[in-house]
């Protein structure tokens, strides 16, 4: 089945500041990848996601690349905010459909 | 806004006791996904469904773990008999599989003392 694993596992920057968060991924067959928001004590939501027909995607401050050669994606947020302190997880949709997350990577954005 | 609802939101146990967790996908979506997920740590999948059946439950100790989709508006996961290490939040999300996000539920916090 896929594996999806994500780097780095923590990341603190300063307001203002921007970010990347690295995400690799084992099944070439994989076309969706999406990206969740986990904010303390509540559900992952769904922030940003892209399809292997394109290379990149942009949503205000949030833009995500994706190189499927290499079978790697990222997030990157620009601008950071302390509101954007959260664990993001992302993840790869395989070849059953079934959609497999990386460990997650908690954000501490300082003011 | 349609919303994946779980219930019950917490769950104080006993070891031994038995567990059921349920979850009422939104309308319409045909896959049903559980993730279990301690400590803010990863999604673990455990089990999912499209159409009700099931198509992988390779994450879930086969033992005392079950997950069945009785009919299109409920899915359940059990857990007989439970036992410290399976506190954590399990997760319910539901979605239109294929190329399509998953929307979850607020989770069930499970405490197993």
């Known amino acids: 089945g896929e594996n999806v694993e994500q780097h780095p596992s923590t990341l603190s920057v300063q307001e203002g500041d921007s970010a990347v968060i690295k995400c690799t991924y084992s099944?070439?067959?994989?076309?969706?990848f999406p990206w969740y928001k986990q904010e303390l004590g509540k559900r992952p939501q769904l922030i940003i996601d892209?399809?292997?027909?394109?290379g990149e995607k942009k949503d205000q401050r949030i833009a995500v690349t994706l190189n499927k050669t290499a079978k790697h994606f990222s997030l990157h947020i620009t601008e950071t905010q302390p509101e954007d302190s959260a664990v993001y997880f992302c993840?790869?949709?395989?070849?059953?459909?079934?959609?497999?997350f990386g460990a997650g990577t908690r954000l501490t954005v300082k003011p | 806004d349609a919303r994946v609802t779980q219930t019950p939101r917490h769950k104080v146990t006993e070891m031994g006791q038995e567990v059921t967790m349920r979850c009422q996908p939104i309308?319409?979506?045909?896959?049903v996904f559980w993730y279990r997920q301690t400590m803010m740590q990863g999604l673990e999948l455990l089990a999912y469904?499209?159409?009700?059946?099931?198509?992988?439950d390779s994450g879930m100790p086969k033992d005392r773990f079950s997950a069945e989709m009785p009919d299109a508006t409920l899915a359940t996961l059990k857990i007989q008999p439970s036992e410290p290490r399976d506190s954590a939040v399990y997760f319910c999300?539901?979605?239109?599989?294929?190329?399509?996000?998953?929307?979850f539920g607020n989770g069930t916090r499970l405490t197993v003392t």
């Open positions: 999300a539901s979605g239109f599989g294929g190329n399509s996000p998953l929307h």
């Open positions: 099944d070439s067959a994989s076309n969706y």
């Open positions: 892209i399809r292997s027909n394109v």
């Open positions: 993840a790869a949709a395989g070849n059953n459909n079934d959609m497999r």
């Open positions: 309308l319409g979506h045909n896959t």
């Open positions: 469904f499209r159409n009700r059946a099931p198509l992988d």
